[in-house]
């Protein structure tokens, strides 16, 4: 599943704030009536009593997609204009991994390093997923200020580079802009980077590559937590 910017797609979430708007829109007045419960009648509605819904899970990821498009359109009307701006300039970062893409920020904006990230953690409805995220490429097409705030938590999704939940075991997997997935390799999942064409082994039990290193992180706001950084030599 990849970023989708076709206006069908992003329009069936973008007009609702939240996900309760979204269920909302499908309650009629005459269910209202019967029920006496909003909240019930929205029950009703997520559990797919009153036709096919989306789930939470696929509401927040399509939401996220929708404004990661609208934010890569905007990025490349002005990114000509405007100076780099770090989102993370100011923050007072206390958790290691904030610190740790804080100071790889500028080198994925830039292009001289592109970072894939590692997460294992709890998604908002309680179920461990894990996946590989693209730093330099979500740089691009989102807002990262409110992660370097501790607004938001950056979770991978299944537009991303790889993408697992234990609980419901939905797998996917997207090239980016800047990596090709290769996962029928006989050595395990690897990337290769689109710009120099060598490859990032994230196989814990081998080295992660030429001009390639690996990064192991404590940190207190997810279960595992891995940066692999992939440096671009210029001539």
Known sequence: M????????NDSVTQFKVYEDYLDSKVKPMDLFYLKSRELARKL???GHKGTVQSREEFEEKKAAAQAAQAAKSNTFYSRSRPM?????????????????AEREEANRSGKMTSVIFIRDHN????????????????KTQDFEPYFSGKMRLMPGRSDLCYYNWKTQVSTSNSSP????????????????KRDKKILNVD????????????FLQSDLYIHVVIYDHNIRTV
């Open 204 to 215: 814990p039990m081998s080295g992660p590559g030429e001009d390639s290193n690996r990064t």
């Open 178 to 193: 800047n990596f090709e997935v290769i996962y029928d390799d006989p050595n395990g999942l690897l990337f290769k980077n």
């Open 45 to 47: 509605v997520e559990h």
């Open 124 to 139: 908002t409805l309680g179920q461990e997923v894990s996946g590989y995220i693209d730093y330099a490429h979500r740089l």
């Open 2 to 9: 990849e970023y989708s910017t076709g206006a069908r797609v």
């Open 85 to 101: 701006t770090l989102a993370s300039a100011g923050k007072e970062l206390k958790d290691n991994f904030l610190k740790a893409l």
